[in-house]
């Protein structure tokens, strides 16, 4: 479930333009954006960890042969 994260990361900087409604304004982008952009860095990290505890698990049971 950690691939969720940056989709929803970047979900949230294109949500101003995606959604119709009220016009978005420079402020609204840019809290978007930046608050996209945090949600997606931390998506990522969260699926680097558990790719990484993922394989060390395979390598501790011997199941990560190459």
Do not use: C, D, E, Y
Not at 2 to 25: D, E, F, K, N, R
Not at 38 to 62: D, E, P, S
């Amino acid at each position: 479930m950690s691939w969720l994260l940056p989709v929803l990361g970047v979900w949230t900087i294109i949500a101003p333009w995606v959604i119709s409604g009220q016009p978005a304004t420079t402020r609204t982008v840019w809290n978007n954006v930046v608050t996209g952009a945090v949600i997606a860095v931390f998506g990522l990290a969260a699926m680097a960890t558990a790719l990484l505890q993922q394989r060390k698990q395979q390598l501790v049971h011997g199941t990560g042969g190459k």
